[in-house]
Every structure is written in C-alpha cells, then in structure tokens.
C-alpha cells in the first residue's frame, strides 16, 4: 500500500514505475488497484492511455506493444487516450 492508502498488486513479470503516491507508469503487465476515498485522481499510466480513478478498484492490462485494457470493477475511471508527446488526448 501506498502512503495515501492506494493498494496495488501485480500478475507476473510487470514493468512498473512508482512516480508519486498518486500515479505509476506501467510499461508492460498486469496491475491491480484499489483506491480509498480520499486518494481520488490516483493515476496509471500506460504507453497509451492515462486511467484516472475516481474512488474504485480497477485493474490495467498492458501488452509488450504497448496495447493497453483496463477494467473497472468497482466505482469509475477516467481514461484518457494519449498524443506521442504522452498528453491526453480525451477523456
């Protein structure tokens, strides 16, 4: 768990980078996580896309290329697509 109370997990080899208590690069594999009131806009990123809780427990598929699928199963996301220079696109 994080500092802010964010619970994450991982599934097999994953190439992840923790930036802050309130978002992680995930560059390859399969993470989990699970968001505590109070850590609402905890982010994921991905080659391609930006997954923005919203207070839920969502899970985040990322391929070897870059390929991402995500999964909501509880509460709301956001997820944004992303330009090449890594800004989001839409929401």
Do not use: H, K, M, W
């Not at 964010?6 to 968001?35: M, N, Q, W, Y």
């Not at 839920?56 to 709301?76: I, K, L, M, Q, S």
């Amino acid at each position: 768990s994080l500092v802010n109370g964010v619970a994450i997990t991982t599934d097999g080899p994953a190439d992840l980078e923790l930036r802050s208590a309130f978002e992680i690069v995930c560059r390859e594999g399969r993470l989990r996580a699970i968001v505590p009131r109070g850590a609402e806009g905890f982010a994921v990123r991905t080659p391609g896309a930006v997954v923005i809780d919203r207070g839920t427990e969502f899970g985040v598929n990322v391929a070897a290329d870059g390929r991402c699928e995500v999964r909501v199963f509880r509460g709301a996301a956001d997820i944004g697509l992303l330009d090449p220079a890594g800004r989001p696109t839409r929401q």
